[in-house]
């Protein structure tokens, strides 16, 4: 049999080399800046357009590249920055395997214009799918530009696999922060479609977060700092009561570079025990620097993962080290959002002293005296709050007064003794709570958490905040799908609330949405969101908590999870506002739930499928006796 075994020509193992560095428009974000940043450029520009679907550019002011460098920096494996395995261990670079560019040159169209500082003319290459298209003497300053358009323009499987515009430019977004985070010497800009995102100046640390995510950020940062032989810690945790519900800005960069690690975030939240409300994350921006010899980078193609040698005691270290900075910020752990608001002391009773009680003892009083004229001065007002409270109540029971002589006839004379309109009160309260037992006692509230009530076959339990989810999600869904259904109430003072770029991005894409559900943007373009009007099925102290708690779902949405957009919002925000457990129901709220809940189109379950009620028939109680 002959051979059948080949080696694969260039332009295809590039390719699949590609398939591994370069999964959407940000991973080649990720490479050019970081290509950059090794060419120690202290200035970078990265455009954008159409998310990075027909563009990503990026310029630099680095040291650039030779005539031959530039060519063979489209080579696999040709790397300026590595000459054996040993370097791997010394690594003071974001690059090594000089893999980026030709994966990026196998799947776009790529144009090089470099030019180094003491040379006179730079030079300019195009390449198409690996092959070189045009290589040109040009004018240009020094450093590098490269632009890259129509990725994937070869494999269209992977360019329909791409996600809208708005979810590739947040990662390219997310790629830019971290990049940019982990280097605030540098100068960056952002433009995308034209407009500019970003505008970075060389700063410090903590001035480069605050550019980043607004000016709000600089009061909510507490310092840590620590340094041992093993590893020197610096950089901000995010003071508890600022924990928000998504874990968007956690950062831990490590000799410069971000990477993810479950690990030392675990460290990071067991500083913060007791101090956050419940599912709260803490932010944190964290900077490690370790000895390169102590890391292996090289486990992940994207490199956002690292093996540290000792984790143990850098998780242990890490650790102290917050909760120190925590304690010394003097930070105080922050109240549980959902406690039971009926603990707090009344507006107006704040400022009261108290008061010890009075006790008036009348002495003159005898029990077993005859009282004609009502002479004793307590039994005298106890006899006028007596009709007073009368008055009120005979209105209710208006059809019955003819069944009560006694009371018509204390009314007519009101020199009657207090004795007879005693027993006048005992006979109307007694009919009071017949009634309301009569009205209520079909329905029930078991520990503020279940309603309780009966049907024909025997007992309904429903769980409050399970059927509430289920009543507002079909709700929202219909509000939002017909525009016209949907009830807004209009605030009386508009609502600021911040956000960063990204988060407002974000909004923008279900910004449609949210307006049929009810909510009215006043301006939604600043990092500052203006809110002029809110859905009716919410309360304006719940917006925040509603929108951050949607914000981090739509980042955390499952890829072609669900059907729509739509069911996520109504989903995520029927969630936030259903009534909590804990909340006490007045008997006619009790029932409306319980009305409510078996209008819906789906009663028994909630939006994510959690049964909202259980039912026991008379015949189920009867096996249990
Ligand atoms: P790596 O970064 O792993 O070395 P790349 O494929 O990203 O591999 O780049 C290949 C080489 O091209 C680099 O080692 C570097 O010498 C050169 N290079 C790439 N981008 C730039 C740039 N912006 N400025 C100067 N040189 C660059
Ligand atoms: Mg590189």
Redesign the pocket.
């Known amino acids: 049999m002959s051979d059948i075994i080949q080696l694969l020509p260039d332009h295809v193992a590039n390719q699949i080399a590609a398939g591994e560095v370069v999964q959407r428009p940000a991973s080649v974000v990720k490479?050019?800046l970081?290509?950059?940043i090794?060419?120690q450029?202290t200035s970078i520009k990265l455009i954008i357009k159409e998310a990075g679907k027909t563009l990503i550019q990026?310029i630099?002011d680095?040291?650039?590249?030779s005539v031959t460098?530039?060519r063979?920096?489209?080579e696999r494996h040709?790397?300026?920055?590595?000459k054996s395995a040993e370097d791997l261990f010394e690594l003071n670079?974001?690059?090594?395997?000089?893999?980026?560019?030709?994966?990026?040159a196998a799947i776009a169209h790529v144009e090089?214009k470099?030019k180094q500082e003491s040379d006179e003319v730079g030079t300019d290459i195009k390449i198409e799918g690996s092959e070189v298209a045009a290589q040109e003497v040009c004018v240009t300053p020094k450093?590098?530009s490269?632009s890259v358009k129509n990725l994937f323009y070869n494999i269209p499987a992977r360019r329909n696999f791409l996600k809208s515009n708005a979810v590739e430019l947040r990662h390219i977004i997310d790629e830019f922060h971290r990049v940019a985070m982990a280097h605030p010497f540098i100068r960056f800009d952002m433009y995308h479609n034209g407009s500019e995102v970003f505008n970075l100046p060389e700063t410090n640390d903590r001035q480069r977060i605050v550019n980043i995510f607004g000016g709000k950020t600089n009061e909510k940062l507490v310092p840590i700092k620590e340094e041992t032989d093993l590893v020197a810690i610096s950089g901000f945790v995010g003071k508890p009561e600022y924990a928000k519900r998504s874990r968007g800005e956690q950062f831990f960069f490590v000799n410069d570079r971000f990477i993810k690690s479950p690990y030392l975030n675990h460290a990071v939240n067991s500083a913060f025990e007791g101090l956050l409300k419940d599912k709260a994350h803490p932010s944190y921006f964290i900077y490690l620097k370790v000895d390169p010899k102590s890391i292996d980078i090289n486990i992940h193609p994207t490199k956002t993962e690292i093996k540290f040698e000792d984790e143990h005691a850098l998780y242990a270290m890490l650790r102290s080290t917050i909760k120190h900075s925590l304690g010394q910020f003097n930070v105080a752990p922050v109240l549980d959002f959902n406690r039971d608001a009926s603990m707090d002391t009344p507006y107006e009773y704040k400022e009261k002293v108290v008061q010890p009680p009075v006790i008036e003892v009348d002495r003159a009083f005898n029990p077993f005296k005859e009282e004609k004229t009502g002479a004793s001065t307590s039994s005298k007002n106890y006899s006028s709050f007596k009709k007073e409270s009368t008055g009120s109540w005979e209105g209710l029971y208006a059809g019955l007064e003819s069944e009560m002589p006694s009371s018509s006839a204390s009314e007519k004379n009101s020199d009657f003794s207090s004795v007879e309109f005693e027993s006048t009160e005992v006979t109307s309260s007694f009919f009071e709570t017949e009634k309301k037992k009569i009205e209520h006692q079909s329905i029930y509230q078991l520990q503020k958490k279940y309603i309780v009530t009966t049907i024909k076959s025997g007992l309904v339990i429903v769980n409050q905040n399970r059927a509430h989810q289920r009543v507002l999600y079909e709700e929202l869904l219909r509000s939002i799908t017909m525009a016209s259904s949907s009830v807004s109430q209009q605030l009386l003072f508009p609502l600021t609330l911040s956000f960063s770029k990204k988060e407002v991005a974000l909004l923008e894409t279900v910004k449609e949405q949210l307006e049929n559900a009810g909510f009215v943007f006043a301006d939604l373009t600043l990092g500052e969101v203006q809110i002029t009007g809110i859905p009716a099925v919410a309360t304006e102290k719940e917006v925040s908590v509603l929108l951050e708690q949607l914000l981090s779902d739509l980042e955390n949405e499952v890829p072609d999870s669900g059907f729509s957009q739509t069911d996520l919002l109504a989903k995520s925000m029927s969630k936030s506002i259903a009534i909590r457990t804990g909340v006490e129901l007045t008997p006619e709220q009790q029932q409306y739930m319980v009305n409510s809940l078996f209008a819906c189109t789906e009663p028994t379950i909630t939006p994510d499928n959690k049964p909202t009620f259980i039912t026991f028939t008379v015949d189920e109680i009867d096996k249990k006796f």
């Open positions: 490479e050019l970081e290509n950059a090794d060419a450029a990026v630099d680095g040291v650039g590249m460098d530039a063979l920096s489209f040709a790397t300026s920055k590595i670079t974001k690059g090594f395997r000089g893999e980026a560019l030709a994966s990026i090089l470099t450093g590098t490269i």
